[in-house]
């Protein structure tokens, strides 16, 4: 099963990528990704987290970003929002459910990744699906190359390539 040329998928971030070894890995795939899908990515500013912030400020924080996060997705996307509590998924389940999407209807896959303090539960709701990548902590800007690469791998399984292996 090929996936349909008119797909789109657009990666939503919150925070600035600085590392250039980060953004040259990234490019990389999107350059990859070319060959099956549109590839849009959108960075959103962060807000300035104080050191000893409250829960108030905390939520206060989180609900901007997701109003930036909800104003930049479609009302027709399918989304997949990075969350610790998400479902886990091997790399060829992710590759279906990616391929399931499609079937059902859907040409825009939007992926989102928060900022320091995760996503609001406005976002977590909006999505259709939340992943996880474990429970491990990543740094944010390193989550978007393991996630991208993760993508370039879906659309290589579905294609039967041997780079998966």
Known sequence: MCYNEAMKVKLITVGKLKEKYLKDGIAEYIKRLGRFTKFESIELIDEKTPDNASEAENKAILDKEGQRIL???????????????????????????????????????????????????????????????????????????????????????????????
């Open 71 to 165: 104003a930049k997705v479609g009302d027709r996307d399918y989304v997949i929002a990075l969350a610790i509590e998400g479902k886990q998924f091997p790399s060829e389940q992710f590759a279906k459910e990616l391929e399931q999407a499609t079937l059902r209807g859907y040409s825009d896959i939007t992926f989102i990744i928060g900022g320091s303090l995760g996503l609001s539960p406005k976002v977590k709701k909006r999505a259709n699906q939340l992943m996880s990548f474990g429970l491990l902590t990543f740094p944010h800007q390193l989550m978007r190359l393991v996630l991208v690469e993760q993508i370039y791998r879906a659309f290589m399984i579905r294609q039967g390539s041997p780079y998966h292996k």
